[in-house]
């Protein structure tokens, strides 16, 4: 089983819709990380948090908001979403700060599909 | 030219098969370098960090050839269970994030 929860597992919503994706982890890694993931392609990096602050935006829409509670926590909250923005999205933590060092521990994911 | 390139396949081998995965990258200050396994609708898992001086992990190699920039997955003896998407994974822009290539999906058939 993965030690990176996320929740919900499936989510269905319509364009004028507020919702939020959450991401646990208890491994006490310093990075978390939100990845976006279309059918057949790989995952794409939509944020990075480092020691609880925000270290990368990759450009993406303002319509995605994340947030880091704590260490153990975070955050997307998704608000006039596109129909193509359903994708999986996948949340993951590191033990380092630094992505390229060590290993990506993933959850398992929210599947997301707006209506 | 893309950042990390790979043949997505798929590669469909028999049982025992060896097969063997290249994955290049455009990046020549790249220093880390991974190899990653994604089963269907699942999440990614490392599979193997890619060492150097090359490395080995039961049934699985990798290597680095940082002259052609590429790495390479080797696999021996394919399983049922090897079946899986395999992604390469180049760390970009420093060691702060990573690029992860399209994915070399294998097919392992009784």
Redesign the interface.
Known sequence: D?EVTQTPKHLVMGMTNKKSLKCEQHMGHRAMYWYKQKAK?????MF?YSYEKL??NESVPSRFSPECPNSSLLNLHLHALQPEDSALY?CASSQGE????G??F????SRLTVL | RKEVEQDPGPFNVPEGATVAFNCTYSNSASQSFFWYRQDCRKEPKLLMSVYSSGNEDGRFTAQLNRASQYISLLIRDSKLSDSATYLCVVNSGGYQKVTFGTGTKLQVIP
């Open positions: 993965t392609k790989p995952p794409e990096l990075v270290s990368i996948l630094f992505a390229g060092v290993e990506l993933f959850g398992e994911g």
